[in-house]
Nanobody
Framework: QVQVGESGGGLVQAGGSLRLSCAAS????????MGWFRQAPGEEREFVAA????????HYADSVKGRFTISRDNAKNTVYLQMNSLKPEDTAVYSCAALTYSSISTMSSEYAVWGQGTQVTVSS
């Protein structure tokens, strides 16, 4: 059973950058699609980005395309979300999640394992 935990959130000014990390336990990490989602206060959770098991395929929400980059290091059981050109509307709790089959999905309901989340706050 894989478990995941996020780190790297914080407070940043608009236009700044942050890199989130998601460390996973378990020997099957390299088999899982990994995704990042976010949830702002009063809003539904929304898909941000996902990466397939070997890291050669990614998918992004339109709202972050060109600004965020998802990557993974299977040797370190870690997935990253590099966030550049941050905007106040990016403020949310960001969570990583593991999808225990091979196809990238944007649907949070298909992800079986979730971290606690890390707060990202972008000031204007």
């Amino acid at each position: 059973q894989v478990q995941v935990g996020e780190s790297g959130g914080g407070l940043v000014q608009a236009g700044g950058s942050l890199r989130l990390s998601c460390a996973a336990s378990g020997r099957r990490f390299s088999f899982f699609v990994m995704g990042w989602f976010r949830q702002a206060p009063g809003e539904e959770r929304e898909f941000v980005a996902a990466i397939n098991a070997n890291g050669d395929s990614t998918h992004y929400a339109d709202s972050v395309k060109g600004r965020f980059t998802i990557s993974r290091d299977n040797a370190k059981n870690t997935v990253y979300l590099q966030m550049n050109s941050l905007k106040p509307e990016d403020t949310a709790v960001y969570s990583c999640a593991a999808l225990t089959y091979s196809s990238i999905s944007t649907m949070s309901s298909e992800y079986a394992v979730w971290g606690q989340g890390t707060q990202v706050t972008v000031s204007s």
